[in-house]
């Protein structure tokens, strides 16, 4: 296929198929009803959620520095605030896009090489995941018995046949991609190898200790930022702690699968709320009231920074 279709598909799909979940969360609850919500929410925690949610990019506005100081650069604390948030902003447009907007915005106020900050951006990608898979674990502790019950309560309800169509399209799986797509496959070893190298680079950080640090407060406002925001609803007053785990992880994913996770997350909250008995209404306006307040929260510091990356500059560099 060509390479400029494929560019426009992962353009495309993913709009459309946030576009097509927005239409479908909206037929099962209408806007009028999440204003209900939202309206006998308390306000408090969701001021306390964005808060929390702007502390963790702050903090990874100052990480940035200590993969880019062993390159032997010190960039602005502000360019990189800057950069961060136009990245999230940017974010909403093309899907993972951000990452390379922030690494020319570096590279271009810093003078820093290109490929040098997307680099680093890299490196942090790898820590990030690192956290979110140590929370995958958390939430797989915590909740072990009831995953290992749905998992045998789904086995048990497939017929012999559906096992076997299983087994017959993961071994085709593997065959195509080691006959028919090599190339595939050795990026994905690739991939894995990059992780490896990755932590390895971490390790021996001079500074390794703050940028641990540094990555531990982020996850941990992100969790607490879901958290607190669960509590603006009284319909979530008993809730336990693993649907919070459960609901925050699938959210995550959810980000990543369209333009800054529009339609799928309150889908990806309904699913996971469900899996613990909870209501679909109060699950699906919580994650549009969850959505929205962090994504007003983006529009306006990413809008901000935009528009200050220029002006601060240009005075940056008359004082200079």
């Known amino acids: 296929m060509n390479q400029k279709v494929i560019n426009y598909i992962k353009i495309i799909l993913p709009i459309l198929i946030g576009l097509s979940l927005v239409v479908y969360s909206f037929s099962k609850i209408s806007i009028n009803q999440i204003l209900f919500y939202l309206e006998k929410s308390n306000y408090y925690w969701i001021i306390l959620g964005i808060f929390f949610g702007s502390l963790s990019h702050i903090s990874r506005s100052y990480r940035w520095n200590y993969l880019l100081n062993p390159l032997g650069y010190n960039i602005s604390f502000l360019n990189s605030f800057f950069a961060v948030f136009s990245a999230y902003l940017i974010n909403f447009t093309i899907p993972r896009a951000g990452d390379v907007a922030r690494a020319t915005i570096i590279s271009k106020y810093e003078n820093i090489p290109f490929d040098k900050t997307l680099g680093t951006i890299i490196a942090e990608r790898i820590a990030d995941l690192i ?4 929370i995958i674990c958390v939430a797989i502790i915590l909740k072990k018995d009831f995953i290992l019950n749905l998992i045998s309560e789904k086995l048990n309800s497939m017929s012999v046949t559906t096992l076997v169509l299983i ?23 690739n991939f894995f190898k990059g992780i490896s190298q990755g932590v390895l680079t971490i390790t021996k950080m ?8 540094h990555t531990i407060f982020i996850w941990t406002m992100y969790v607490l930022m879901f958290y607190v925001t669960t509590l603006s609803m009284e319909e979530f007053n008993d809730i336990s702690f693993a649907p919070i785990l459960i609901g925050f992880i699938l959210g995550m994913f959810s980000i990543g699968a369209t333009n800054g996770g529009i339609g799928t997350y309150p889908e990806a909250i309904v699913l996971a709320f469900s899996l613990f008995s909870i209501s679909e209404d109060p699950s699906r306006a919580f ?28 005075h940056r560099n008359k004082t200079k």
């Open 287 to 314: 994650g549009w009231i969850m959505w929205s307040s962090q994504t007003l929260m983006i529009i306006i510091f990413g809008g901000i920074s935009l528009l200050l990356l220029p002006i601060y500059n240009k």
């Open 206 to 213: 001079e500074n390794r200790w703050g940028f641990v640090f």
């Open 167 to 189: 087994l017959i399209s993961a071994l085709s799986f593997f065959f195509i991609l080691k006959y028919i797509f090599p190339l595939f496959l050795s990026k994905i070893n």
């Open 131 to 134: 956290c979110a898979f140590v």
